[in-house]
T-cell receptor
Framework: EPEVTQTPSHQVTQMGQEVILRCVPI?????FYWYRQILGQKVEFLVS????????KSEIFDDQFSVERPDGSNFTLKIRSTKLEDSAMYFC????????????FGQGTRLTVV | DAKTTQPTSMDCAEGRAANLPCNHS???????VYWYRQIHSQGPQYIIH???NNETNEMASLIITEDRKSSTLILPHATLRDTAVYYC???????????FGQGTELSVKP
């Protein structure tokens, strides 16, 4: 079965450092997403991406965040200057269409900011 | 997207059917009802979705009331591996994002 893969599975970084979380969506999918989940809290939408541009973003997705699809296969989330409160699980998802289709989620990257 | 309401937690005996309810009284005509689950801190896993007809797949059945204001996810023979948080999501015409609530924590007990 096709799957969304995320790397690394766990990243530890110092406050103020930049991190890049990587995702390989399913190859024929057109819509891509990042979500995050702070420990013990619900899954929160960050950003959606379609046709090489952001289609929607949440209030969480401020100027320190950016997304990119650099080479047609990878989908990355960059956090420019990490804060302690950025510690969370980050999930990438992809789906073939905008509605009435299954979204596939990766297994997540656990980001720990120290 | 319509708001959904689910019980915080439920228990189910292993081998029995688990019936998870969801209220979505403000759902509009073009909003699909999706069910996902999350086991521990793994990525959410798709279970099933529907618009107005009942749906069944290898994992579960989805029963949507005729007025579409509520639905029930049925796991016909729950196993210990079905212990997870189950999310009911009403998805509308908003770019395909899924908005997760708190979900129902289902505990399947031997």
């Amino acid at each position: 079965e096709p799957e969304v893969t995320q790397t690394p599975s766990h990243q530890v970084t110092q406050m103020g450092q930049e991190v890049i979380l990587r995702c390989v969506p399913i190859s024929n999918h057109l819509y891509f997403y990042w979500y995050r989940q702070i420990l013990g809290q619900k899954v929160e939408f960050l950003v959606s991406f379609y046709n090489n541009e952001i289609s929607e973003k949440s209030e969480i997705f401020d100027d320190q965040f950016s997304v990119e699809r650099p080479d047609g296969s990878n989908f990355t989330l960059k956090i420019r200057s990490t804060k302690l409160e950025d510690s969370a699980m980050y999930f990438c998802a992809s789906r073939p269409g905008r509605m009435n289709t299954e979204a596939f989620f990766g297994q997540g990257t656990r980001l720990t900011v120290v | 997207d319509a708001k959904t309401t689910q019980p915080t937690s439920m228990d189910c005996a292993e081998g029995r059917a688990a019936n998870l309810p969801c209220n979505h009284s403000t759902i509009s005509g073009n909003e699909y009802v999706y069910w996902y689950r999350q086991i521990h801190s793994q990525g959410p896993q798709y279970i099933i979705h529907g618009l107005k007809n009942n749906e069944t797949n290898e994992m579960a059945s989805l029963i949507i009331t005729e007025d579409r204001k509520s639905s029930t996810l049925i796991l016909p023979h729950a196993t210990l591996r079905d212990t997870a948080v189950y999310y009911c999501i009403a998805e509308g015409n908003q770019g395909g994002k899924l908005i997760f609530g708190q979900g129902t924590e289902l505990s399947v007990k031997p």
